[in-house]
């Protein structure tokens, strides 16, 4: 095979991470050539065995320094960015890897004439007063200034085996005496499942998607933060108590384990301040066809998947029956 018939060479960045993986997996069978942009190179070798014998491969990039970003396009006929942080730490702040990096990626791509899909979030807005929605409304801002044919996704919550949702109250039922409705329980998620939003990216690299618009991808339910615990709690077979606390008392909480460096807090104020608007694809998006259903896709059910990966919460594991909940 001469190098004019390789197949296309896809960067991808953050391809190690939750939703990254997936992407990777997508774009390997449809055999793109890979090219996976990590901090930790060391640490995402797991991905090779998804594609054929040097079919991915993975470079050290970091989205706080340009140099790095400019390697890992170089030959890309297109370029995926999945990078994402819920919570800032150290020099990865906000406005570090969500509106400095994905400006710099999309100027990168446009260095080498590549195409560019963008993963941001729903919510992401340039004056939401959540500092994550708008460092992503900034980036999307820019990414469009610099790419105006790049495509843009923004999920809601996304569940999979490795989310950092139902895996973290169904992990924290195993202890605690009762599970918290922050605010109330009232702010509502449209889940969208992770290899849903991989296959809409992947489209995005085939070029099905247009160009220059926002996505919103979002699942067939909506529903109440109350209403996913309540799931997350039939599917492993266990009986807690859901209390109400104000959005006050988790902001206080999250102020002081701000304060104390050594322990990862269990949510940030910024994270509530995110839980205070609902996380749903927009009736703008729905009539305009950009949502999952509108490029083709039959969004996945919560309780089709949930189950095969919160199995392990239950009480026995896998050999809870349906009885009595602990």
Same mark, same amino acid.
């Given at each position: ?164 949702? %139902?895996?973290? *109250? ?8 009762? /599970? +918290? &409705? @922050?605010?109330?329980?009232? #702010? ?58 104000? %959005?006050?008392? *988790? ?8 304060? /104390? +460096? &050594? @322990?990862?807090?269990?949510? #940030? ?58």
């Amino acid at each position: 095979m001469t190098l004019s018939n390789l197949p296309p060479l896809v960067t991808v960045f953050g391809g190690s991470g939750f939703i990254g993986r997936h992407v990777v997996r997508a774009l390997a069978k449809r055999g793109y050539r890979i090219r996976v942009a990590v901090r930790r190179p060391d640490l995402a070798g797991y991905l090779q065995p998804q594609g054929n014998l040097g079919q991915i491969s993975i470079v050290q990039a970091n989205l706080r320094y340009r140099n790095s970003i400019d390697r890992a396009v170089e030959g890309a006929q297109h370029v995926v960015n999945c990078v994402g942080i819920l919570a800032e730490s150290g020099r990865n702040t906000f406005d570090a890897v969500q509106e400095f990096g994905a400006k710099a990626v999309a100027e990168a791509a446009r260095g080498v004439g590549a195409s560019l899909t963008h993963v941001s979030a729903l919510g992401a807005n340039v004056n939401s007063p959540s500092v994550y929605a708008r460092t992503k409304g900034r980036a999307e801002a820019a990414i469009l200034s610099i790419k105006p044919d790049a495509v843009i996704l923004r999920p809601s919550i996304v569940f999979g085996p490795e989310d950092n949702f %139902f895996n973290k *109250f169904a992990e924290m039922s195993r202890s605690a005496p009762f /599970l +918290p &409705l @922050i605010g109330g329980g009232k #702010t509502k998620f449209q889940p969208v499942y992770v290899e849903d939003v991989a296959e809409a990216i992947a489209r995005g690299v085939d070029g099905k998607l247009k160009a220059g618009t926002i996505y919103e991808l979002g699942g067939p339910e909506v529903l109440s933060f109350r209403e996913c615990l309540e799931t997350t709690l039939a599917v492993i077979n266990r009986k807690k108590p859901l209390v109400s606390l104000p %959005f006050s008392f *988790f902001s206080t909480i999250a102020s002081i384990t701000s304060l /104390l +460096p &050594l @322990i990862a807090p269990p949510i #940030t104020a910024d994270q509530v301040t995110l839980l205070k608007s609902d996380n749903v694809v927009s009736k703008e998006a729905e009539a305009e066809g950009r949502t999952l259903k509108g490029i083709g896709l039959l969004p996945t059910l919560l309780a089709s998947v949930l189950p095969s990966y919160l199995v392990r919460y239950r009480p026995q594991g896998q050999f809870t029956g349906s009885g009595k909940a602990a």
